[in-house]
């Protein structure tokens, strides 16, 4: 047999070439968990995890689901590939946040508009209260929601803007921010109580003078 196939070197090469086929598109089985795999960034494990069917829309022991985790990283070669297998978008962290919210949170905004674009829905106005009171100091967080129509007069329970809380909150960097993107300078809050009267009563000399560089009155 093995001298009559020696007359035929195309088709030793043919069979050597399938087998070389097949050996390429055999995927090995992944050798740590998924969560490790998302919380290490590694694209490689995750291709295993895809390949062998390991289920991405059942949530870690934190309450995290693998889509919260790379979108909280912002790497989008993994975040597609979850969502080119039919990650759920949906999904909600312990804390409530969708993983578009985990992406804009942390600033990844190529991220969240991978994310957007694929299908993911958010309330930009909630977000933004949200980051003023996370404390974000993002200028590009600020700015994308806001292109995404966040109102920079929503409240908060206490009728407190993004813009009063940030002023609660000693944060320049936000206030400064909000400002550029027209936030009320004279938003009152549910007592009464403007941005430059907050900042007057906690004596904070600098957000007086941007607050009145933009228009605030007493």
């Given amino acids: 047999m093995l001298t009559s196939l020696r007359q035929y070197p195309a088709l030793i090469a043919m069979i050597l070439l399938s087998g070389l086929i097949i050996a390429c598109d055999a995927q090995d089985r992944p050798t740590v968990s998924l969560y490790l795999a998302t919380q290490r960034g590694d694209l490689d494990q995750l291709e295993r995890h895809l390949h062998w069917d390991s289920d991405i829309n059942q949530p870690f022991p934190d309450g995290r689901y693998p889509l919260h985790v790379v979108a909280e990283q912002g790497k989008i070669s993994l975040l597609e590939a979850l969502l080119d297998h039919q990650a759920d978008l949906t999904v909600r962290d312990k804390s409530d946040l969708t993983p578009v919210a985990v992406a804009i949170m942390q600033g990844h905004i190529h991220a969240a508009e991978v994310l957007l674009d694929a299908g993911s829905v958010i309330d930009a106005s909630v977000l933004l209260l949200l980051a003023a009171q996370q404390g974000s100091q993002d200028r590009d967080v600020v700015r994308f929601l806001i292109q995404q129509g966040a109102d920079p007069e929503a409240t908060d329970v206490a009728g407190n803007t993004p813009l009063l809380i940030a002023i609660q909150q000693h944060n320049h960097r936000l206030v400064a921010h909000l400002l ?34 933009y228009g605030a009155s007493e």
């Fill in 180 to 213: 550029a993107q027209g936030a009320n300078v004279n938003a009152r809050n549910a007592q009464g109580q403007t941005a430059l009267a907050l900042a007057q009563q906690q004596q904070l000399e600098t957000i007086q003078h941007r607050l009145r560089r």
